[in-house]
């Protein structure tokens, strides 16, 4: 059975994985507190959705 | 072919799951809204949903039916004398599931389900606040019964020193009705 002659160098690896990166989510803008919000999501600051409180956030 | 109707199993037996959403909707009737995982909220939907439109039918083998399933009486008549007609001229519809992000522990997508009708009575105060008032209130309650025995053993001259003590720390005592009024209108 074939198997790898050398090791794979630890440059090797690296330069490989250089590839391999988290993206950064998408966020919008809470129409209600101006604060960055997912999408489809309850604003986790101010608990507003679609223009109606839905939940009560204990900072307020 | 009858492929993927059958629902979510969450890691349940049947008997465990039926039992979890007879609960879970009772308490959304109850509420009006309730916070849950985003799997069982948007699996709650199929059960309550049902429920709502034995009520609107409103006869009484829908009523069996959903006493069937729900078995709390009260929680019946509620849904069948205050809920279900508000939902007269809607087809089907009746809960709306919002999602509220992940939660800390483990990661897991929360969400919001409730009654569409109901959307804009339901004020939801911090739990936190909630227990501390109740855990607050409790022992001062206890306090004033106990002194309470104790002045009316005591003599007379004392019982006029005392009695100021204890309309001091009977007012705590009516406070207590007036916030769980308050409690239950806001869950209303």
Not at chain 2, 52 to 67: E, F, H, P
Not at chain 2, 72 to 93: C, M, S, T
Request: hydrophobic share 35%; aromatic share 4%; charged share 40%.
């Amino acid at each position: 059975m074939p198997v790898p002659k050398r090791k794979t160098s630890k440059a090797k690896a690296k330069s490989r994985k250089n590839h391999w990166k988290l993206t950064a989510k998408s966020t919008a803008k809470c129409p209600n507190c101006s604060a960055p919000v997912l999408s489809h999501r309850v604003c986790p600051s101010c608990g507003y959705y679609k223009g109606k409180a839905v939940i009560k956030v204990k900072a307020d | 072919m009858r492929h993927n109707v059958k629902g979510r199993k969450l890691n349940k037996t049947a008997s465990h799951r039926k039992a979890m959403f007879a609960n879970m909707s009772a308490q959304l009737y109850e509420h009006k809204q309730i916070k849950t995982t985003l799997p069982k909220a948007k699996e709650l939907r199929k059960y309550a949903e049902k429920m709502i439109t034995l009520g609107k039918k409103g006869d009484l083998n829908s009523l069996r039916q959903a006493l069937k399933f729900l078995r709390h009486k009260e929680v019946v008549y509620k849904l069948f004398n205050d809920i279900a007609p508000n939902y007269k001229e809607r087809n089907g519809g009746y809960t709306r599931v919002l999602k509220l992000g992940t939660r800390k522990g483990d990661a897991a997508e929360v969400a919001v389900i409730q009654l569409v009708e109901f959307d804009n009575e339901t004020e939801i105060k911090p739990k936190k606040a909630k227990t501390e008032k109740v855990k607050a209130d409790k022992p001062k309650v206890e306090e004033a019964v106990v002194e309470e025995a104790v002045v009316e053993e005591a003599v007379v001259e004392e019982a006029v020193v005392e009695e100021a003590v204890v309309e001091e720390s009977e007012e705590p005592k009516e406070e207590k009705p007036e916030i769980t009024e308050e409690i239950e209108k806001k869950d209303k």
